[in-house]
């Protein structure tokens, strides 16, 4: 009984969120204040890539967000490709959380932060975690790849990426969208994994070579599907070489990592951050130079665990606010000149 209860307990909290979607993702541009409002907390508190950042409040989340972005991509769709809920690992804050990822599809057909349309397909890419209390979603962490939108309208921010520029599928075994209840002892392999990689990218500079350090909780041949920028590359060797050794290599002073919220479910899980960690560049990361300034990188990171060890990645780093951080301002610059 109490293994169902862990089973079902969950379920009315994304059966909110669906509900929230359908809602949404169906409302005109003048509606879209009242849908936040019934679904979300007066005092809701929603962490966004920037230039949003936090905004308080769903009706301010609705006129500064979801209202110029539906001008924009006109008839949206949300294909999702990932969709789950678990209760917070970590008791401070707590609560549980729902979370779906996948990319918001429409046609480009008016400025958005100063992008150029393209009257075309677009995919924003995204990912966002929901706390649920009650009937009521209060808390919200959106992580959307501009970067990514810009460079299908033909904008370059940043120099050619170390690997490959990609619209990203969901995961390869197609079990994403877990909208029925799922075996709690499932999730909780996915969490201890997640939890034994994470231990291993702590040690940063470790004792032993890359390679054999990532082939103790990763499939040999993992994917990992990164950001715009950065991109996405195949197995252990490549992932070494293209991104990862790169990255280790390029920063420095690398604070330790802190979660706002981890879960897992089935052979899913994920976590977000804000920020995830604080490092500080030596020169070569994306091509920019030393700096003297160590900045913040707010990160989602979800996973597929397939069997005892993880299979795909999907990374969502917020670039513009690191950058930002750094003195530069990435969507300012390449917007000016396009």
Request: glycine share 10%; charged share 20%.
């Amino acid at each position: 009984m109490k293994v169902f209860e862990k089973m079902t307990e969950l379920q009315p909290c994304k059966d909110l969120v669906r509900a929230f979607y359908a809602a949404l993702d169906g409302a005109e541009g003048a509606a879209i204040p009242a849908v936040m409002a019934q679904f979300c907390a007066p005092n809701l508190r929603w962490r966004g890539y920037h230039p949003f950042n936090e905004i308080t409040g769903p009706e301010a989340v609705a006129e500064r967000f979801w209202q110029p972005l539906r001008q924009s991509l006109t008839r949206m769709q949300r294909r999702l490709d990932v969709f789950m809920a678990g209760e917070n690992l970590y008791p401070d804050p707590g609560g549980t959380w729902v979370c779906s990822m996948g990319h918001l599809m429409g046609l480009f057909d008016a400025p958005w932060l100063g992008i150029r349309p393209t009257r075309k397909m677009a995919f924003l890419r995204y990912c966002a975690f929901h706390r649920v209390e009650g009937d009521k979603i209060t808390e919200t962490a959106m992580y959307f790849d501009i970067p990514h939108l810009m460079m299908q309208a033909g904008m370059n921010p940043f120099p050619p990426q170390t690997a490959a520029h990609l619209v990203q599928p969901g995961p390869q075994t197609h079990d994403g969208l877990m909208f029925t209840a799922q075996h709690p002892e499932e999730g909780a392999k996915t969490l201890d994994l997640i939890q034994r990689m994470v231990t291993d990218i702590g040690t940063w500079q470790g004792a032993i070579p890359l390679e054999e350090e990532l082939a103790r909780t990763w499939h040999d041949d993992m994917i990992w599907w990164g950001p715009a920028g950065i991109g996405a590359t195949y197995t252990i060797e490549r992932y070494a070489k293209q991104h990862s050794g790169p990255f280790r290599a390029g920063f420095t002073d690398r604070s330790t990592t802190k979660h706002v919220c981890r879960i897992g479910e089935g052979k899913f899980g994920g976590f977000f951050g804000w920020p995830n960690f604080t490092a500080r560049p030596r020169g070569g990361f994306m091509g920019m130079p030393e700096t003297s300034k160590a900045s913040e990188f707010r990160v989602i990171d979800i996973y597929r665990r397939e069997g005892d060890k993880l299979a795909e990645n999907w990374i969502f780093i917020d670039l513009l606010h690191f950058w930002k951080g750094q003195g530069l301002d990435v969507l300012e610059r390449t917007t000016s000149v396009g």
